[in-house]
């Protein structure tokens, strides 16, 4: 059974810094890039950070540049995404995303709220 499992979201205060883990099991880690889209209520979700299987990291947005660095440990099955100096504007719910380098086959986790509030 595939599973992508978001935590270390929660409450934290501007200027924290935060790591949200995507740990993974059920299918080949390895051979997915791993992706971090971010949701506002009431809109679709938006692209945070990508790394390939493996593990570049292609151009990010530009709000994410400087302050989001998306990561992978291949042996851990686990991707990760920090934030630093977190702002108001941060919070949303941060999903995980699976696709495979080559036949596209797609797995989403189920998100977890960060909420950047003093």
């Known amino acids: 059974q595939v599973q992508l499992v978001e935590s270390g979201g929660g409450l934290v205060q501007p200027g924290e810094s935060l790591r949200l883990s995507c740990t993974t099991s059920?299918?080949?880690?390895?051979?997915?890039?791993m992706s971090w889209y971010r949701q506002f209520p009431g809109q679709e979700r938006e692209l945070v950070a990508f790394?390939?299987?493996?593990?570049?990291?292609?151009p990010i947005p530009d709000f994410a540049q400087g302050r989001f660095t998306i990561s992978r440990d291949n042996d851990k099955k686990t991707a990760y995404l920090d934030v630093n100096s977190v702002k108001p504007e941060d919070t949303a719910k941060y999903f995980c995303?699976?696709?495979?380098?080559?036949?596209?086959?797609?797995?989403w986790g189920q998100g977890t709220q960060v909420t950047v509030s003093s």
């Open positions: 995303k699976a696709v495979h380098r080559y036949d596209g086959t797609t797995y």
């Open positions: 059920g299918f080949t880690f390895s051979t997915y890039g």
């Open positions: 790394i390939t299987s493996n593990s570049d990291r292609i």
